[in-house]
């Protein structure tokens, strides 16, 4: 069985940690957040993964690799100009299957694939769309069915008073190869806008399904994603790590005895949490991480090779790889701290802040 992983998006949403690391390969927890998107493909009897790249293909090719004997075979195309959602496919034909799952590579989630395809071949259907109900719906679009999940059209952005269901593609496809030849080839030409709409009543299915779902393109949902995985609302291998209470630390790590790792926290391997450190509620503290001595780190993702200095505090935001808190300073909600950038001793930042890769501030 074979998937395509559409992960072309520059993630500009999650700058500044997207310009020094792709966005389909950012940690989440302690690992590429492709992967669980692999690890998901997996679990429903994938074992062909094409990435479908816009660009730095060989950067997430150096992180995931081309897969092996625990997990899919994952293989890697770059089209050589943005092409949208329908263009990125066409650009991957020949590597496709005659059927296939094609998914947004920018969504956590843990749906019931194997129902998906299930519809799609009982059907007979051209193209069947995994549906996601929604408590808004008019920030994605409704997607509008029979009973036995015939689609019968689209509504974008609909007014509250048009509002007829809860369900929204939740940007898993099944699809048949065949519908390729409505798409031309070349060009930017979207699968939503301009290849779904004209298969209606030609073969346009779809399933609704339950579960967690979460597009993590901002950093509040970036964030929000890693509390779900330590909560167990999501269906993971980190998730299936921690204690009663969400916590997990590496038995590498070295964390001081009067330290406290409250609820929700994760402390990856060789990180170290020094003495009156304060670890959550809703922490992760990432590979080789330092945390000093009275440090506050609360509902906040360190990724690997960061320093925190004494007294610092940090809270409801982000730091990439080996970003530097110096001793007493404040990084407060909202803040996107860039690789290899510098908050000086003392200094607080603005909530909301960016602070770019290499940058002292």
Aim: net charge negative; charged share 25%.
């Amino acid at each position: 069985m074979q998937a395509l992983i559409l992960v072309g998006g520059h993630g500009t949403r999650l700058r500044p940690v997207t310009l020094t690391v792709p966005k389909p390969v950012i940690p989440l927890v302690d690992r590429p957040f492709l992967r669980y998107m692999i690890d998901w493909l997996a679990r429903h009897g994938v074992d062909d993964v094409v990435m479908a790249c816009g660009f730095r293909t060989d950067d997430i090719r150096d992180v995931l690799g081309d897969g092996g004997p625990d997990g899919p075979r994952l293989r890697y195309v770059e089209e050589p100009e943005p092409r949208g959602t329908a263009g990125a496919i066409k650009f991957a034909e020949d590597l496709l299957d005659d059927t296939f799952f094609a998914l947004n590579g920018d969504v956590l989630t843990d749906l019931d694939l194997t129902a998906l395809w299930q519809r799609h071949e009982s059907s007979g259907a051209r193209a069947t769309l995994a549906l996601y109900p929604v408590a808004d719906p008019t920030a994605y679009g409704l997607v509008r069915r029979t009973p036995d999940g015939e689609i019968t059209g689209f509504l974008e952005k609909p007014d509250p008073a048009d509002i007829d269901t809860d369900e929204v593609s939740a940007g898993a496809y099944v699809l048949e190869k065949e519908i390729l030849e409505l798409v031309p080839g070349g060009v930017d030409f979207s699968i939503e806008r301009s290849v779904f709409p004209g298969l209606v009543g030609k073969g346009l299915y779809s399933r609704r399904l339950e579960g967690y779902w979460m597009d993590i393109g901002t950093p509040e949902r970036y964030l929000d994603a890693c509390w779900d995985i330590l909560a167990g609302k999501v269906r993971s291998e980190p998730g299936g790590m921690v204690d009663g209470l969400g916590r997990y630390v590496a038995t590498s790590a070295v964390v001081d005895p009067s330290a406290e790792i409250a609820a929700h926290a994760f402390v990856d391997d060789n990180a170290a949490v020094g003495a009156d450190a304060e670890v959550g509620p809703k922490a992760v503290i990432g590979i080789g991480t330092q945390v000093g001595a009275g440090a506050l780190i609360e509902a906040s993702a360190l990724h690997p090779g960061c320093f925190v200095g004494d007294r610092a505090v940090v809270r409801g935001s982000i730091l990439a790889a080996d970003a530097v808190v110096e001793a007493d300073a404040l990084v407060p909600y909202g803040s996107v701290v860039g690789a290899a950038a510098t908050v000086t001793a003392g200094a607080a930042l603005e909530p909301g802040a960016r602070v770019q890769p290499g940058e002292r501030e």
